[in-house]
């Protein structure tokens, strides 16, 4: 088993910045692909980036340039460093473990419970 628990959500506004944290634990955590997946309102869940336990990065292609993961595997903790936020951004976004290195939420064994990220206009 692997727990997974966001923090850093909150209000920001157009053109700022947040940074999430997803601390890991249990079994194996730190050997896990970590990603970041976002459900808006009214849509499905969506794969944002991920990250290997060696540092492959997948982006998708709507946030690169200005989101950034990052992971400290001695803290068994990933970042998600998120900049020139928009309102398109503003969505539950979660945390999420998987073995290998896939874009599809159907391939992460574990999920954490979410943190919101508001954008204003």
């Known amino acids: 088993q692997v727990q997974l628990v966001e923090s850093g959500g909150g209000l920001v506004q157009a053109g700022g910045s947040l940074r999430l944290a997803c601390a890991a634990s249990g079994r194996a955590s730190s050997m896990y692909f970590m990603g970041w997946f976002r459900q808006a309102p009214g849509k499905d869940r969506e794969f944002v980036v991920g990250?290997?336990?060696?540092?492959?990065?997948r982006y998708e292609d709507s946030v690169k340039g200005r989101f950034t993961i990052s992971r400290v595997n001695a803290e068994n903790t990933v970042y998600l460093q998120m900049t020139n936020l928009n309102p398109g951004d503003t969505a539950v976004y979660y945390c999420?473990?998987?073995?290998?290195?896939?874009?599809?939420?159907?391939?992460?064994?574990?999920w954490g419970q979410g943190t919101q990220v508001t954008v204003s206009s």
């Open positions: 990250i290997s336990a060696s540092g492959y990065i």
């Open positions: 999420a473990a998987a073995r290998g290195s896939s874009t599809y939420k159907s391939g992460y064994d574990y």
